[in-house]
């Protein structure tokens, strides 16, 4: 029976444990790559829809990536729902990751960040 240096098989854990989590990641779709982000300043003047919230299993040494998923998840679900702008309200990186934000609709000549 062949043996595997203990260096080889960590390096194989870390690769497929990687593929694994970059699957598990939520993207932006076509709805969601429409939507800015801006901050509350720029929205006085447009038609709040809907609180939104995100989230994803990813936190600790890879909170970075579970944020990014959360984000892409409300700039999704804000797409869908026809809002133009988010207004981020919180954001929470531990175990696990979660971010919370405002949607509005706003006329094209407003909100233009």
Not at 41 to 66: D, H, R, T, Y
Not at 84 to 103: K, P, R
Request: with cysteine; hydrophobic share 35%; proline share 3%.
């Amino acid at each position: 029976m062949r043996k595997f240096p203990a260096q080889k098989i960590s390096f194989v854990f870390l690769l497929a444990s990687s593929v694994l989590m970059a699957g598990c990641a939520t993207s932006l779709n076509k709805e969601g790559l429409q939507v800015k982000v801006t901050d509350g300043g720029s929205v006085q003047n447009c038609e709040f829809m809907k609180e939104l919230s995100g989230s994803s299993q990813w936190g600790g040494a890879s909170g970075g990536m579970g944020v990014d998923s959360s984000k892409a998840e409300v700039l999704n679900k804000a797409g869908k729902l026809g809002a133009t702008h988010v207004v981020w309200t919180s954001q929470y990186s531990f175990i696990g990751s979660s971010v919370g934000a405002n949607a509005y609709k706003c006329p094209p000549h407003q909100a233009s960040n």
